[in-house]
């Protein structure tokens, strides 16, 4: 009787089968990842608008920095 034996070499990868539950729950999660992203990113710009010139001094920011920030759209870094 032979024997055969196969090793890690001998084999393709499988290709991935998608399953379209898995991609739309995989889609949503992004999309619930983004938006809490976005709504912190809204809510510190908001935050750093309203500190005083003397905080912003001690954290090294002028006033026209915390505002070109603050102005900045929710969605952009």
């Known amino acids: 009787m032979t024997r055969l034996t196969m090793t890690a070499g001998n084999f393709a990868p499988l290709p991935r089968k ?32 309203a500190l005083s010139d003397q905080v912003l001094h001690d954290v090294g920011m002028s006033r026209f920095d915390a505002e070109a920030e603050a102005d900045k759209p929710f969605w952009r870094k």
């Open 18 to 49: 998608t399953n379209r539950g898995s991609t739309l729950s995989s889609l949503a999660v992004r999309l619930f990842d983004a938006i809490g992203t976005w709504n912190e990113r809204a809510a510190q710009r908001r935050a750093l608008a």
